[in-house]
C-alpha cells in the first residue's frame, strides 16, 4: 500500500484543515475517555516530557482537502480542550447552542445532531478543569500541546486504500485482547527506562502462553478486584482495563506516595539492602486489594500472579482428586474457577505457605456447596454467588470476608451452612452421580450427610 506517513505535532494538524467524511459516525466520546485525555496530556506537560504522542491519524486526500478516515474521536476531543483554552468570553463559558462551532478549531465543520450531546457534556469537563489553572499556566499548557504534543499522520494514496488501511488497523485493533491494550499502556509509563530493562520485561511477558494471560485477567484478578469490594465482577472487555491502571511514577498524591514507596522499598530489600524481615525470603508488594504500580511494576505484577495461581493450582491438584474437580461441564468449570480464585485470593493475602489442608477445605466447601446445591450454573450464578446476593444459595460473602481477616486461622472458625435440601434439578439419575465424589468429600470435610 503507497502511504505517506509523518510525524507532526498538533499546530501542524491544524494547518491541514481537516473535514469529516460523511460515512464517519458521530462523536461518542465519554466524560471518562475526555478527562483521561486531559489528564494524560497535563500531567505530561507538568513533567516537562519532551514529546506526548498522541496516537494515529489516517487521512485520505481528495481535492486539496484532507478528510478524516480514523482519528476523528480524539481529534475531537483536542478541539474542545483547545477551545476550552482559547478562553472565547471572559468567563470561559459556551452556550449549548452554539456547541456545534466547538470544531472548527481542528475539524472544518459543525458537527450533526447526533455529535453534540457529547461535545456539550466533554466541553462543560474539559472548561472546569482549564478553569482551575492560572492564567500563565494555562497559556503554558496550551502551548505545549500545540507543539509537544503530536499525532502520526498517514496519508493512503486512494479513498480505497484507506478503506483498507482503516480497516487493517481495526481488525488488529478489535483482535486486541485487553492485556495487549494493557501491555502498551504501560509500556508508554516506561519510556524513561533504558532499552535494555523494557526488552527484559517485555520478553518475560511475551513467554507467557497470550491465551492463558487472557484467562488469567478475565477469569481470576478482574472478578477478584472486585468481588472483595462487592462489586460486579463479570464483564472483563477492553472497555474495562482501568481496573489495571492506578498509580503512576510521576503522582504526588498521599495514597500514591504510599504505594510506590512500598514498592521501592521491596526492591532495595530484595537486593539486599535492609536486614531481613521475612526469614530470608523475597517479598512481593502485590495485594489485589491494592492499586496497581504503572510501568515495569505491572509487569512484575502480573509474572506474580501469574506464577501464583499456577502454584496454587498444583497444590489443590496434590490435595483434591480429579472426580472432586469436575471439569465436564460448562458449570462444573465456572465452579472449579471460583474454588481457585479463593484459594488465591487467601494466599493473596496470607501467603502461599498458610494455604493449608484446612484453608483449602474450607474453600472447597464454600465453592462446592454451589456445585451441589445447583442444578444449573451459570457465570451469573458464581457472580451473585461470590458477592453473597444468590437468591437460592448464599453462604457468605467470601471474599469480603478474606480482605477483613486479620490472621490466616480465621478461614477456619467460619461456619459454613450445610446443605440439608438439594435444588431443584432437571438432571438424570447418571448426571447426579457425577458429583457423588463432590458430596462424599464434603461429608468427609464438614461431617455432613448429603
Known amino acids: 500500500m503507497d502511504t505517506q506517513n509523518d510525524i507532526l505535532a498538533i499546530q501542524d494538524l491544524l494547518k491541514l484543515g481537516l473535514k469529516l467524511p460523511s460515512y464517519q459516525r458521530p462523536y461518542r466520546w465519554g466524560v471518562k475517555t475526555a478527562l483521561t485525555l486531559f489528564n494524560d496530556t497535563y500531567q505530561a506537560f507538568k513533567n516537562n516530557q519532551e514529546e506526548y504522542r498522541l496516537g494515529t491519524v489516517i487521512l485520505h486526500q481528495s481535492n486539496g482537502v484532507y478528510f478524516v478516515v480514523d482519528g476523528q474521536q480524539r481529534l475531537t476531543t ?8 482559547g478562553e472565547k468570553d471572559e468567563h470561559g463559558h459556551l452556550k449549548e447552542e452554539d456547541v ?42 496550551k502551548k505545549y500541546l500545540l507543539t509537544q504534543c503530536d499525532m502520526v499522520k498517514i496519508i493512503a494514496a486512494s479513498e480505497q486504500e484507506s478503506f483498507q488501511f482503516f480497516d487493517s488497523q481495526n481488525n488488529r485493533g478489535a483482535s486486541l485482547a485487553p492485556h495487549d491494550l ?12 533504558p532499552k535494555e530493562e523494557i526488552q527484559k520485561w517485555v520478553n518475560q511477558w511475551e513467554d507467557i502462553n497470550q491465551k492463558y ?8 484478578l478482574y472478578p477478584l478486584t472486585r468481588w472483595y469490594k462487592k462489586e460486579n465482577g463479570l464483564g472483563y472487555n477492553s472497555l474495562k482495563i482501568d481496573a489495571f491502571k492506578g498509580v503512576r511514577v510521576w503522582d504526588k498524591y ?9 514498592h521501592l522499598f521491596a526492591e532495595a530489600y530484595n537486593a539486599g539492602g535492609y536486614a531481613l524481615i521475612n526469614g530470608g525470603e523475597e517479598i512481593y508488594p502485590f495485594q489485589l486489594t491494592q492499586p496497581v504500580i504503572d510501568g515495569k511494576r505491572f509487569f512484575a505484577y502480573v509474572l506474580h500472579y501469574n506464577r501464583l495461581l499456577r502454584e496454587i493450582q498444583k497444590k489443590i491438584q496434590n490435595v483434591f482428586p480429579p472426580d472432586c474437580l469436575p471439569e465436564q461441564r460448562a458449570g462444573d468449570r465456572y465452579v472449579k474457577c471460583l474454588f481457585e480464585c479463593a484459594v488465591l485470593f487467601f494466599a493473596d493475602r496470607f ?16 465453592s462446592y456447596s454451589l456445585r451441589v446445591k445447583m442444578s444449573r450454573v451459570y457465570r451469573e450464578t458464581i457472580n451473585k454467588y461470590a458477592l453473597g446476593i444468590h437468591p437460592g444459595w448464599d453462604n457468605g460473602a467470601l471474599f469480603q470476608k478474606i480482605s477483613g481477616m486479620k490472621n490466616s486461622q480465621e478461614i477456619e472458625w467460619m461456619e459454613l451452612k450445610r446443605l440439608d435440601q438439594p435444588g431443584e434439578t432437571e438432571e438424570t439419575e447418571e448426571e447426579k452421580s457425577k458429583y457423588d465424589a463432590i458430596k462424599k468429600k464434603l461429608n468427609e470435610i464438614n461431617g455432613w450427610n448429603i
Open 182 to 193: 494493557l501491555k502498551s499502556y504501560h509500556l508508554r509509563e516506561m519510556r524513561n527506562l
Open 351 to 366: 501467603g502461599l505457605e498458610n494455604v493449608t489442608a484446612g484453608v483449602m477445605h474450607q474453600c472447597y466447601t464454600w
Open 213 to 220: 494471560l487472557e484467562v488469567l485477567f478475565k477469569n481470576y
Open 100 to 141: 456545534v462551532h466547538v470544531d472548527s478549531l481542528l475539524l472544518n465543520e459543525p458537527f450533526g445532531p447526533l455529535s453534540q450531546q457529547a461535545v456539550w457534556q466533554n466541553f462543560q469537563l474539559l472548561a472546569k478543569r482549564v478553569r482551575n489553572l492560572l492564567p500563565a499556566e494555562r497559556e503554558q499548557y
Open 254 to 262: 498521599t495514597y500514591s506516595n504510599y504505594h510506590k514507596a512500598s
Open 78 to 85: 483536542l478541539s474542545i480542550l483547545l477551545y476550552c483554552l
